[in-house]
């Protein structure tokens, strides 16, 4: 066995300590604590039971808006959307009036936990399964010298050395791609995890799942549960490597709908002509290629106000919306949702646990969802589980789900001092 560096190194202001085992940060997306008590209740999680009754298990806090880039940049970096600058998938770009997907690494305003730990030695691998992620959270990665790997399974046969440190994923892990819209897309991602530290390729691992299943069913669907089987299975396999597993989520997922089933949509952006004229631009921060998932509709938005219009009058109108439960001006977002001032609009709108904002309705395909419409975005998506492998004593009651690397690094200090 080749000796895994235990260097200690330190980025945005954060320091880590990795022991000498192998490390597995877990993002599985959308799972909020339901999926988890669920599949645990039903007898579909017994590793993971086992693993936190041995380990440690907190809710904790994600970033707002509850959205998949803005955690996965939060979570590799251990910081706040304040500092790594990605607020949505998708925003206004004030340079150039354009509106454009944020999914480049050239947005993230900060290094990451990953490419600092392959500095310091260890060698670190980031599979996640939608390609759009691969950029922001490859930056600063020796790639080209296969020091470091990179890939997505959406394009996992696309890997090549030069720009993903691996060629071959599809041997390494065994079987060829699947789908991007398959519970199979994710659980990929922990089987190249664990092929990687397996072979003794990785040890400082960040596997990224998608939320393809938790947007398609709720909780105790049977094919849920098979979903969780497998994720259980994987954890086993990571254990068995005497991996630290940690295990996080980027936000939770609710339905959106009315009783009838309907989708519960309020279009803000023709809500807002209606009311005051031209002059309003609604963005989606959720918009990204995935369709499929949620028609682009998720619980936050912001809105951009030509000079002309009143900011304070149209917040208030915003306000009075059923179904919003919050309405903030620039100001307001940085101060109270962690967000660069730069990159969201005049105001910033949050809604309900079954409520998403939307821009038009011509501006929404739903004609493509995987059933009723179940979305994130807001508060109601902002809290999600913890669960570390070893006994943790967390050094705060406020948890972040951004400071998972700091307990999977970080463990064994604490209970030192403990
Ligand atoms: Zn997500």
Known sequence: MTAISSAGFSVNDRQYQPPTRPIAVLCLDGCSDDYIDTAIAKGRMPILKEMIETGFRAVARGALPSFTNVNNSAIVTGVSPLKTGISGNFFLDPDTGEEVMMNS???????????????????????????????????????????????????????????????????????PQPAIYSGDASLYVLDAGVALIERELADFCYLSLTDFMQHAHEPSEPEMLDFMAGIDEAIGKLLDLDCVVAATADHGMNFKVHPDGSPNVIHLETVLTEQFGDGVRVICPITDPYVAHHGALGSAVTVHLDASLDCVEVATFIGSLDGVTEVLDRKGAVRELELPADRIGDLYVLSGQNVVLGRRSEDHDLSQLHGRLRSHGGRFEEKVPMMISEPVVAKTSDLRNFDVFDLACNFHLSREQA
């Open 105 to 175: 690494a050239k947005y993230l305003r900060c290094g990451t936990i990953l490419a600092a730990a392959s500095t310091a030695g260890r060698k670190v691998a980031m599979v996640t399964a939608k390609e759009k992620l691969r950029d922001i959270l490859s930056r600063g990665l020796p790639l080209e010298s296969g020091q470091a790997f990179a890939f997505s399974t959406e394009k996992a046969s696309e890997a090549q050395p030069e720009t993903h440190g691996i060629g071959d994923v599809e041997e390494v892990v065994g079987r």
